[in-house]
């Protein structure tokens, strides 16, 4: 690698480096508050928030690479031409081509890194998560059983818990059900316990008494109990791992799907082919948007008005592309042999940032005015 080479990716990296970090702060904050709300609006503690926080980084990260990508060549670039660094190299006999070598160098550095993400660390991360929302959910005493206050863990339920020991009995419990449409259940009981069991957790009440009450004609029926079991099952959603969803399968298997797992995930053959081949496809988008960047500003490079028209038409080429693969990913997904078509939007891309490069290296017209051709 040449020295030029080394100087301009030493350039890209670290202002890559930058803009991702900028953006995934922008991109974690956004997601940081409905996730604190909704963890500590639960009764979550902040280091389940701080734990969700981090599983949630490598999806994030996976999302602004290429844009980071792209912002960097493109103010780099813009910076070399202006300080007329790219003009000086090219004045040496550096083609368009041979410039763009340090920026397929950076594309292919990102790429790489966008691999790892896609194949390891976010199918890792998106397993945790799931598990442990699994668990979460699953824990009734965190959501819904707080001492001293009266909480609705459904609609058309009430509880209330005096006091919750240190070994998780429960003290005088009073439980308000009306859900039922001719009658309204009220249930009173000394002590109670949280019991997990095969369909959900219950809980089982000691010495206490059930009323009911006939909505028509207000009669009361009262009925005292040594133990009941109220079933809670129904008032928890989500507390049940159901599957693996097909960002947590693995690569081989997306690659090579098999019935058991198509079921599991619940979707087609189809969808985890093309999502597999996208995760050797999609990193590839990263590379293409940084040429894409450096070969249209390029087109600017003799210019004495600036880079601004180059820059917008790079930012409309990259949503042009993008354009491209939001079409072929709805597409691909349909078809057992569309799994080709995860990597139609890079080879796009590619095939535009070469052409411009081929274009900008053409000799330019010198236009001249009437007065001096007189």
Do not use: C
Not at 249 to 256: A, G, H, K, M, V
């Amino acid at each position: 690698m040449s020295k030029f080479d080394r100087y301009m990716l030493s350039q890209l990296l670290a202002l890559f480096g930058f803009f991702s970090l900028v953006l995934v702060l922008v991109y974690w904050i956004n997601r940081a508050v409905g996730l604190f709300d909704k963890l500590i609006g639960d009764g979550q503690s902040s280091m389940v928030f701080l734990e969700f926080s981090l599983l949630t980084l490598p999806f994030i990260i996976q999302l602004v690479m290429p844009i980071s990508a792209f912002a960097a060549t493109v103010y780099v670039t813009n910076r070399l031409t202006s300080e007329s660094e790219l003009v000086v190299m090219q004045a040496t006999g550096f083609s368009a081509f041979r410039l763009a070598r340090p920026v397929l160098y950076f594309g292919l550095i990102v790429a790489v890194m966008m691999m790892v993400l896609m194949h390891v660390l976010v199918p890792i991360s998106r397993t945790m998560m799931a598990d442990r929302s699994a668990e979460i959910s699953e824990n009734v005493t965190a959501r819904f059983l707080t001492e001293g206050q009266f909480t609705h863990p459904a609609q058309a339920i009430t509880l209330y818990i005096r006091e919750i020991t240190e070994n998780g009995e429960l003290l005088d419990i009073f439980l308000a059900d009306e859900r039922a449409e001719k009658t309204r259940t009220t249930y009173t009981a000394r002590r109670a316990f949280l019991v997990k069991g095969t369909d959900g957790p219950k809980l089982v009440m000691f010495d206490g008494m059930a009323q009911s009450i006939a909505r028509i004609d207000a009669r009361m029926s009262v009925t005292r109990f040594a133990d009941f079991a109220y079933d809670l099952a129904g008032l928890i959603t989500g507390g049940v791992r159901a599957g693996r969803g097909v960002g947590e399968l693995s690569t081989r298997e997306l690659l090579f799907p098999i019935e058991a797992v198509m079921a599991e995930a619940g979707t087609s053959r189809a969808a985890m082919l093309f999502e597999g081949n996208s995760r050797f496809g999609q990193p590839l988008l990263a590379t293409a948007a940084s040429l894409i960047g450096f070969a249209a500003l390029l087109l600017g490079a003799f210019s004495r008005f600036g880079l601004w028209r180059q820059i917008l038409f790079a930012i409309v080429l990259l949503i042009v592309v993008q354009t491209v693969n939001t079409v072929v990913t709805a597409a691909g997904r349909l078809d057992e042999k569309g799994w080709i078509l995860a990597y139609v939007p890079a080879l796009f891309g590619v095939g535009i940032a070469v052409g411009l490069l081929w274009l900008s290296q053409r000799p330019r017209r010198v236009r001249t005015s009437p007065e001096v051709m007189a």
